[in-house]
Every structure is written in C-alpha cells, then in structure tokens.
C-alpha cells in the first residue's frame, strides 16, 4: 500500500491519525479503533497509504484489504493481514507460536490441514486473538497498526473476528484503521460491523470515526494545476470540480485524460471536460475499454471475474488466449490505466473493477466462472478455493457439482465458517440433488446452520426427518425429536448418537450436542443418570473451553441444581454465551434466568434478544413469564 498521489484537504483525517497513533506508541500504548467512512472515489485507499506510511518508522504494520468478488471467501482478508507475519516463521516454530490453538486456528490461515471436531467459530476467533497478541511480542518490541481498506468487502468470517477483537483492544498496544463505503457496509450483516461490536463496551480502547467530504473548489483547483500547470485558468479548474463534484478519483482521471487529449486548461476547453469526465466511469469506461479491442476487452473481463491475485496464466486460460497474447492486453490494460501491476495484476481503482465485472454479458459471466472453478480444482486448490466460483454457476441438475459443493462445504465447517458453508450447500439445493441424496444435504444445511440460525435448522432437519436417505445425525435428529414432543424416539436417537460418538473420544458439545440433550430427555424419568451426563458435558465443555460449550453445559447442569445455585449457574451461562456467535442459545439462557431470578428486566432483555435473531417461541416464552410476574406483584 504505497501513496499514489498528494492528498488535498485531508489535514482533520491526517490529525485523528497522528493522534491515534502517537497514543498507541506512547508510554501508555494506548490501542483503538479508527474508522474512515466515505464514498467511492474519495481518496480511502490514498489516505490509508499515507498513515501506514506515517507509522512505519514506529509500528509493525499490516494491511488487508476486501474485494467485492471474494466476499464468500472465508478468512480470505485475515489471511491478508497474518500470513506475511507467519510466512518469517519455519513450521515447528509457527506451530509453537500457535500452542495448544494451533489444530483450531491453524486451518483457518491454511497453514495445516483440520483435524479431530469441527471448531466453534469462536473458538477460532478466539485462536486468532492468541495468535495476533503472540505475533506482535515475537516480531517486535513496537505497537501494532492493523490496516483494513475496503471493509466493506471483507469477507463475513474476518468481520466477525474483526468485530469481537476491537471490543477488547484496550487489553493490547494494538491499533485498527478501517476504510469503508457506508452505504456498502450498512448493507452487511450488522453483527459484523467493527466499529459497532466496539460500542457494546469493554475495553475496547479509543475509537474514533471520521466520514471523508469531497473536495472544494479551491482543493480541485490546486489538484488540477499540480497536473496540468500554473496556467490551467480558474473557469477550467471550476469545471473540473463541477463535473468530477470534487471526488479526488475522478478529477485525478479527468485530468489524466486532459493531458492525454492535449487539451489546453484554460476557458474555452471546458465545454469537453463533461464527455471527458463521463469515459472514467460507469458505461463511459465500458466504452473506453472496448475501444482497446477484443482481446483486451475479454482479457479484462477474465481479470475482474478473477477478482483479486490476479494471474496472468490463469486470466489468459479463462480469456481463451496465449501467454503472449495475455502479455499484449495487459501492457494495453495498463497504458489505459484500467490495471496495474504485472503478474499478479490488479485494478488501478475498485470502481474500474466493479464497473468491468458488471459490464459482462450474463451468460458469458456465468461460463467465465465455471471455467475459473474448473481451472481452480484442476491445479488442485480443492473444492473451497473453487466455491466462489461455483456459487455464480446456473442450477442445471449437474450432480457433479452437487458433489464439490457439499465437498466445499465440508472444508468450511472444518475450519470454522459454517456460513461459508450454509451458502454451498443452500446452493446445492438448488442445482438440484438427486431424490436420494437431499435427505442427506438437508441434514448437512441443518448441521451448517445450528449455531446462527436455529429455526432455519428445524425447518432443513424437519424436511430431511420426512424424507428417506437419512443414516446419520442421530445427534441434530434426536434434538429435533425431543423439541416435537417425541421423547421417547429422541432418547433412542440420542443414546444411539453416544454409543457411536464416545468410542472415538467425540466428545464436542456444539457440534455433537447428544450428552446435554440427552440429560434433558431423561430429567424427569431418570434425573440421578441425567445429572450424572450432565456433569460430564460440564467437564468436556470445560475442556474445549469456547463460550458457546461452557454456557450450553452450565444451562444444563443448572436443570439439576437447587434453586438458588442453578440461578448462579445460569448467570455464569448468560456470561459464557454473551461472548459467543449464538444469539438464540444466549437469548435462551437469559430468558431460563431471568425466570429463575424473577427479573422482569432480564426477560425484558432475553425477549428482545429473542426476537432479534428469530426465536418468536422464545420471545412468547419470555414475555408470558414477564406477565406472570407482574401478575404475583
């Protein structure tokens, strides 16, 4: 990330910087979260260039930076940001700076192949905090500035880690700078939205948001004549301004073309500066770009399919064309400043990006991605590195893609992205699967989807339960049965699921729930054994140690304690889950509080949680014991 112009009126941004950084690298070392919002085009990337350059001298920085095409890809700017940290490392060292996180972390940074459960994402996230906190002791005595551009287009695993790491920033000399478009990010999921995860509180340190304006006349006059002279007259500069509305890009490309066209800056030039202006973006760049030629113009849309990384060899296989050929349109591309680099390539702005990718015909969009996920597995990335790609491919009853979807989702939940996962395998759905391979894909979707979205897992796994083809899953199975009322068949299931999972030491309570569910269905015919599965679910949990474990087995343990010790129990619940991803489990462990309790205020709390992440049996639940308890007042 180098500065690739000057920056104009960008002293309040360059203040809050210097500010934040100077408090990171004093005595106290003072970590925190700055933000930058702003528009396309008004100088983000630039701005962040020049703070990264600002600190070198007294921080360890890393950068990362999202794509809008690679936003399914989980991780994808967390690896950004750690690899070239982990890359100075051998193996066994790397594994030693890992400790016991490294079989959960690991995987998700592709530095080693999963083993043993799949991981709770927060236990990954988890992992990489450890592993960020012990990166920045080895590598230096200095601070360290994470550096995150285009936020927007962050992948939603990176995000969520993002999102709970700036709420605890305060415990480390670690400052993050963020730079996104707002209108895109509101557009994400809220729950991983950085900077509003570090409002909930904590110690999440200073946070400071600044929004970019566009440049005033007088800025876009200065910028004008640092290109085009001291002669470029104030009518001219004017109507720089007028058709660019002062965004720094536009004005930077307007000028750019200006001299391209030889056009004298003064007066009675600027009636040719609107049409000028209009080739720098939107179907005016299309245009442009088809003047360059066929092969140029196909060689680009390959390059803005492939999105990021860009290869050459793999662009020109996707283009249909010859390594000379690829060499050709990439000096032509680069001339036309539509990209930079060389091998791998890049776009010289998001919005040339965007605007190149959209430009593609449909149907010739789609085959270009199929053609990039075939390319992509043939080099033997595997079928997650090729999901992406298959994700935009059109649903035409191929089961072969069936197959590498489900084998995608597979390597997401593996390494702690059952999202990622949930997208392969709704897409799956959708191709579609053969009658007796759906059974199976719902239970699968259902597994994907238990922590984020449980009622979305009780309509897949009610589905997979009508349905033939069903041989595993005795665990989500016999959860689903207890939940219609079908004890008996629930107990049967689960007991089913423990005597296959024990032997092989599966003892996982997220992703293998049996233990803790099965003491529920025995609570009141058998309460010595329930209790007895309950206590052991403890001690595993404890073990595992991830929120969402601990509080599950506390919830559960709390069934079968007194009173006052099971209202201990679930207040230590609701803490655990309040810092896990699973919004229901917490909602539904405050609502068993604050009955336990009696707090109106706490079942006021648990309903709304409820209703936030779609549990309106829950939030009914809670709000029947709120009337209850005004009703006894």
Not at 42 to 69: H, N, P
Not at 193 to 213: F, N, P, Y
Request: proline share 6%.
């Amino acid at each position: 990330m180098k500065p690739s112009r000057p920056l104009y009126e960008r002293e309040p941004e360059l203040a809050a910087a210097a500010e934040a950084v100077d408090a990171l690298c004093g005595a106290q070392a003072v970590g925190g979260l700055l933000v930058f919002s702003g528009e396309a085009g008004l100088g983000k990337t630039a701005l962040l260039a020049e703070i990264q350059a600002m600190a070198a001298d007294r921080c360890t920085v890393w950068s990362a930076r999202g794509g809008e095409t690679v936003t399914s890809v989980p991780f994808h700017v967390v690896r950004q940001l750690l690899q070239p940290a982990l890359d100075r490392f051998p193996p066994d060292e790397t594994r030693a700076l890992f400790g016991d996180w490294f079989e959960i972390t690991a995987p998700a940074l592709g530095l080693a192949e999963p083993s043993g459960p799949q991981p709770d994402p927060q236990g990954v996230r988890d992992g990489l905090d450890f592993v960020v906190g012990r990166l920045a002791s080895r590598l230096s005595h200095r601070p360290l500035l994470l550096i995150v551009d285009d936020a927007h287009w962050a992948d939603g695993e990176s995000l969520a880690w993002l999102a709970s790491f700036t709420a605890r920033l305060g415990e480390l000399p670690v400052l993050v700078v963020q730079a996104h478009r707002p209108q895109e990010l509101a557009e994400r999921d809220a729950n991983y939205i950085a900077d509003r995860e570090a409002e909930r509180g904590g110690s999440q340190g200073t946070v400071t948001r600044v929004a970019l304006r566009a440049l005033t006349p007088d800025a876009t006059a200065v910028l004008v004549r640092a290109g085009l002279g001291e002669h470029a007259d104030d009518p001219f500069c004017r109507e720089v301004w007028a058709v660019t509305g002062g965004n720094p890009y536009e004005a930077v490309e307007l000028v750019a073309k200006v001299q391209d066209r030889e056009l004298p800056p003064v007066e009675e030039s600027a009636g040719e500066l609107r049409e000028l202006g209009a080739s720098a973006r939107g179907s005016g760049l299309v245009a442009r770009l088809e003047r360059l030629g066929t092969n140029a113009n196909r060689f680009a849309w390959a390059a803005a399919v492939l999105g990021t990384d860009i290869s050459q060899e793999l662009a020109a296989t996707l283009a249909g064309m010859s390594s000379a050929e690829a060499a050709d349109c990439t000096a032509r591309l680069r001339d036309a400043r539509i990209v930079s680099g060389f091998d791998p390539l890049e776009f010289v702005h998001p919005l040339i990006a965007s605007a190149v990718y959209r430009s593609i015909p449909p149907a010739t969009r789609t085959a270009m991605h199929g053609r990039a996920a075939w390319a992509i597995t043939r080099a033997g990335l595997g079928a997650a590195a090729a999901s992406r790609h298959l994700l935009e491919v059109h649903p035409d009853d191929d089961q072969e893609l069936v197959a590498q979807l489900r084998e995608a989702a597979g390597q997401h939940l593996a390494v702690g992205a059952p999202e990622a996962a949930r997208r392969c395998l709704e897409r799956a759905l959708e191709e579609p699967p053969r009658p007796k391979d759906r059974a199976v894909l719902l239970y699968e979707l259902g597994c994907a989807t238990l922590l984020s979205s449980p009622p979305t897992t009780v309509q897949h796994l009610r589905a997979a339960l009508d349905m033939p083809g069903l041989d595993d899953g005795p665990c989500v199975r016999g959860r689903l049965l207890l939940a219609e009322g079908r004890k008996k068949e629930a107990i049967a299931e689960l007991e089913a699921a423990g005597a296959a999972l024990e032997p092989r030491e599966r003892f996982n309570g997220i992703w293998a729930p049996w233990a803790g569910d099965l003491a529920r269905a025995l609570a009141e015919d058998d309460p010595a054994r329930a209790a007895h599965l309950a206590a052991r679910n403890r001690v595993h949990a404890e073990r595992f140690g991830t929120p969402t474990a601990l509080g599950e087995a506390l919830r559960c343990v709390a069934l079968f304690a007194p009173p006052e010790r099971s209202a201990q129990l679930l207040a230590e619940a609701v803490g655990h889950l309040e810092k896990s991803s699973s919004a229901y489990e917490h909602a539904l462990a405050r609502v068993e509080y604050g009955i336990a309790i009696g707090s109106h205020r706490e079942l006021a709390r648990a309903q709304k949680q409820a209703m936030a992440c779609g549990a309106e049996g829950l939030a009914a639940r809670a709000q029947q014991a709120r009337a209850s308890i005004r009703s006894s007042e």
